[in-house]
């Protein structure tokens, strides 16, 4: 936070930690848990969503697959109370394994996967991936798995088989992506058995599967004076941990004068449409509910969403000092310049001048240096789930992040100091 002059100090450890829950979250459901860990931590306690709720003051979440939704009730707070969200996304882009995984060609053994997301599928080439997700299990049950070891590799097309790889590479996503993990004849079941092994689970008790593939490269600081972080799922795990960052601050200060939340949806990269995407009704589910369970009615939750602010948190893109045409000329957010606020008229961004200001006063009030950013005209612009939810709830929304390069890729880069100030920022917004 602020020193007495209103500068802000700059923490390594928030990105020390950032880099532990990079880790540790290979997969939204890996991703969740670690968020759950840290609430738990301070003071929160999950609920179920087939449960009664109460409306007593302190730190609750559900979890829900691949999404999260946590929220602190301050002491005095009614049921008109006005909520304070910040939104984010716990997917990225990779590479997922099908129902029927076992494959292979040519004697080698393979692993079949889909494309999920808008994956630069060059990225994916030639690195050591490992494994990870979720196993259904007979009893109703779920289980987690992380194998961090070199398991899969897709194999790039050697250059004397291909001279003009350097003027373009066309990969096809149906031949092109399939990993090798082995040599010999294609061994049904063996995938689902090895990874059933692993975790100490009988295979036969494993009905069902969403395993994905994640590069086993750790994150790690970049640079002469260690001022970039280089790591996977930067979009959005990076927003994911702030998020839970400041909202466990604002537990432990006792609240704001709002019921801070946090939002942490799947699927985001493939059009939120899920039950656990903001598409969805799980987040004005929640907050229905907690406001009945603090003895509101139906008036009580049109008041309490008319006075609510949202800020749609995801990475944006910095400018890339190899296309810098690519961006607007006017608009060139930096590494390490602080949180960007995103603009777009046509609404692929949700923010307008009103939450503009909102974002202002979050920043000014933690002492945070804040950018722009607006795409080119001539270059379509990506959204977020900022947008849905505005839609959905009818409630200001305000889109921010943190500019990076590589977007989207196997390893994305941002500044080391952006994770921390980005953290600060949700922080100033939630203790209004």
């Not at 537990?251 to 939120?272: I, K, M, N, P, R």
């Amino acid at each position: 936070m602020p020193t007495a002059d209103g500068t802000v100090l700059f923490d390594r450890s928030h990105t020390d930690d950032l880099i532990s829950y990079l880790s540790a979250s290979p997969s939204p459901y890996h991703a969740v848990a670690s968020a759950a860990a840290r609430l738990e931590k301070a003071g929160f306690r999950q609920v179920a969503e087939t449960e009664a709720w109460d409306g007593r003051p302190g730190g609750r979440y559900v979890v829900r697959g691949g999404a999260l939704i946590a929220w602190y009730v301050p002491e005095g707070a009614g049921p008109e109370t006005p909520f304070r969200i910040v939104g984010a996304h716990t997917d990225s882009p990779n590479l997922r394994v099908k129902p029927r995984p076992d494959t292979g060609a040519e004697g080698w053994r393979q692993v079949a996967v889909e494309i999920y997301g808008g994956v630069p599928l060059n990225t994916w080439l030639d690195r050591d991936l490992g494994l990870s997700g979720r196993l259904a299990l007979r009893d109703g049950s779920t289980a987690l798995v992380q194998l961090d070891e070199p398991l899969l590799r897709v194999p790039q097309l050697a250059i004397h088989l291909d001279r003009q790889v350097n003027d373009g590479m066309k990969l096809d996503r149906q031949r092109h992506l399939t990993p090798v993990w082995g040599i010999g004849p294609v061994d049904e079941g063996a995938l689902v058995e090895y990874v059933a092994g692993r975790a100490g689970i009988p295979a036969g008790e494993v009905t069902g599967w969403d395993l994905m593939v994640h590069d086993v490269q750790p994150p790690s600081y970049l640079g002469r004076d260690r001022e970039l972080l280089a790591a996977p799922r930067l979009d959005n795990l990076l927003s994911v941990h702030a998020g839970t960052a400041a909202l466990a601050a604002v537990a432990a200060a006792g609240g704001g004068s709002t019921v801070s939340v946090l939002a942490a949806f799947d699927h985001e990269e493939t059009g939120s449409e899920s039950d656990t995407g903001a598409q969805g009704p799980l987040l004005g589910n929640v907050l229905e509910r907690s406001v009945f369970a603090r003895g509101g009615s139906p008036e009580d939750r049109a008041r309490s969403l008319a006075g609510t602010v949202c800020l749609s948190s995801d990475m944006g893109h910095a400018v890339h000092p190899n296309y810098g045409e690519r961006h607007d000329p006017d608009h060139h957010p930096l590494p390490n310049g602080g949180p960007i606020l995103k603009v777009n008229v046509n609404q692929r961004y949700s923010t307008d001048a009103v939450g503009r200001a909102v974002f202002t006063a979050a920043c000014e009030r933690a002492g945070v240096p804040w950018q722009s950013f607006v795409s080119n005209n001539a270059m379509p612009c990506g959204t977020t789930i900022g947008p849905i939810t505005a839609a959905r709830l009818g409630i200001t929304t305000v889109d921010c992040g943190v500019a990076a390069l590589s977007m989207h890729s196997a390893r994305e880069l941002c500044g080391a100091d952006d994770p921390f100030l980005l953290a600060a920022a949700l922080r100033g917004f939630l203790e209004r």
